[in-house]
């Protein structure tokens, strides 16, 4: 779907002149929908728009027509589980063009599988920078994340760890990174450079309504490494274990009773447990 309009695959297309292929200049948010329900839709529409504040990019609709969009999109696709991306891209370049085109909005819809089972992680090459405001919004300028993640599938990874330039664990490419020990649960802050991830902020507050203490804190990665249980959150990957963590050695990590007693309590929140099992 391109600003409400219904285009078959294979006849989707986008203006070479979009400065969202100039430049990377753009958004876009990834949500879990079951039986038809955007899972933390409004969320992700508040995420939107503060990364369009902070780009100066104009959503070519109101709130309430985007929300509507997304909505028949899921619903023309049908199956109970999907996976939607929404992509805000700046609309053709004036330099390139001629003439700036506006906004553009691009909602895809795909049959989904929540993922089971662990998280193989290792340490990424690359840093991110703290310190900039990027970082907590989901801009198009992805390619250490995904230039990160292809080192990681090269070694039979799932994904990497991106640290900081200053040294400090920001999150994995694809999720945020939550720790435990001694019956606490942190999280990176997000002046780490991390996402502001939306299921990290629902993971908060489930921790807080089940009595387990949370906190966000920074953390180096050797002792990251020291934790009794690791976990990822994600939109689609909801809660993930992780099993090891590979710098100069693998360390190794049980699924602990934090991480299950979280993830069941996340998705009896979000779906009935005949769609999605509460254990991994």
Same mark, same amino acid.
Request: hydrophobic residues 40%.
């Given at each position: 779907?391109?600003?409400?309009?219904?285009?078959?695959?294979?006849?989707?297309?986008?203006?070479?002149?979009?400065?969202?292929?100039?430049?990377?200049?753009?958004?876009?948010?990834?949500?879990?929908?079951?039986?038809?329900?955007?899972?933390?839709?409004?969320?992700?529409?508040?995420?939107?728009?503060?990364?369009?504040?902070?780009?100066?990019?104009?959503?070519?609709?109101?709130?309430?027509?985007?929300?509507?969009?997304?909505?028949?999109?899921?619903?023309?696709?049908?199956?109970?589980?999907?996976?939607?991306?929404?992509?805000?891209?700046?609309?053709?370049?004036?330099?390139?063009?001629?003439?700036?085109?506006?906004?553009?909005?691009?909602?895809?819809?795909?049959?989904?599988?929540?993922?089971?089972?662990?998280?193989?992680?290792?340490?990424?090459?690359?840093?991110?920078?703290?310190?900039?405001?990027?970082?907590?919004?989901?801009?198009?300028?992805?390619?250490?994340?995904?230039?990160?993640?292809?080192?990681?599938?090269?070694?039979?990874?799932?994904?990497?760890?991106?640290?900081?330039?200053?040294?400090?664990?920001?999150?994995?490419?694809?999720?945020?990174?939550?720790?435990?020990?001694?019956?606490?649960?942190?999280?990176?802050?997000?002046?780490?450079?991390?996402?502001?991830?939306?299921?990290?902020?629902?993971?908060?507050?489930?921790?807080?309504?089940?009595?387990?203490?949370?906190?966000? %804190?920074? =953390? /180096?990665?050797? *002792?990251?490494?020291?934790?009794?249980?690791?976990? #990822?959150? @994600?939109? &689609? $990957?909801?809660?993930?274990?992780? %099993?090891? =963590? /590979?710098?100069? *050695?693998?360390?190794?990590?049980?699924?602990?009773? #934090?991480? @299950?007693? &979280? $993830?069941?309590?996340?998705?009896?929140?979000?779906?009935?447990?005949?769609?999605?099992?509460?254990?991994?």
């Amino acid at each position: 779907m391109i600003n409400g309009r219904t285009v078959k695959k294979s006849r989707a297309c986008v203006s070479v002149f979009d400065n969202s292929l100039f430049y990377a200049e753009g958004l876009f948010e990834t949500l879990l929908a079951i039986e038809g329900r955007a899972v933390y839709l409004e969320d992700h529409l508040d995420r939107l728009e503060k990364g369009a504040a902070l780009i100066n990019l104009d959503i070519p609709c109101s709130r309430k027509r985007l929300r509507s969009w997304i909505k028949r999109a899921i619903k023309l696709n049908g199956q109970r589980i999907v996976k939607v991306r929404v992509t805000a891209t700046a609309g053709d370049s004036a330099f390139w063009a001629g003439r700036k085109s506006r906004s553009r909005i691009i909602i895809i819809v795909t049959d989904y599988e929540i993922p089971t089972g662990s998280f193989r992680l290792g340490v990424s090459p690359f840093r991110v920078d703290q310190g900039s405001p990027f970082r907590n919004v989901k801009t198009l300028s992805f390619v250490i994340e995904m230039t990160s993640r292809k080192h990681a599938y090269s070694g039979r990874l799932d994904d990497h760890i991106l640290l900081n330039r200053a040294g400090y664990v920001a999150e994995a490419t694809s999720a945020n990174i939550f720790w435990i020990k001694g019956g606490r649960l942190f999280t990176t802050p997000l002046a780490s450079g991390c996402l502001d991830g939306m299921t990290r902020k629902h993971v908060m507050k489930l921790a807080g309504e089940l009595g387990i203490k949370a906190a966000k %804190r920074n =953390i /180096r990665l050797n *002792r990251l490494v020291m934790a009794d249980e690791i976990f #990822i959150s @994600s939109s &689609l $990957k909801l809660i993930m274990p992780v %099993r090891s =963590i /590979r710098t100069d *050695r693998v360390y190794r990590f049980p699924t602990g009773p #934090i991480t @299950s007693e &979280l $993830k069941a309590a996340l998705i009896d929140q979000i779906a009935s447990p005949n769609i999605i099992g509460k254990r991994a």
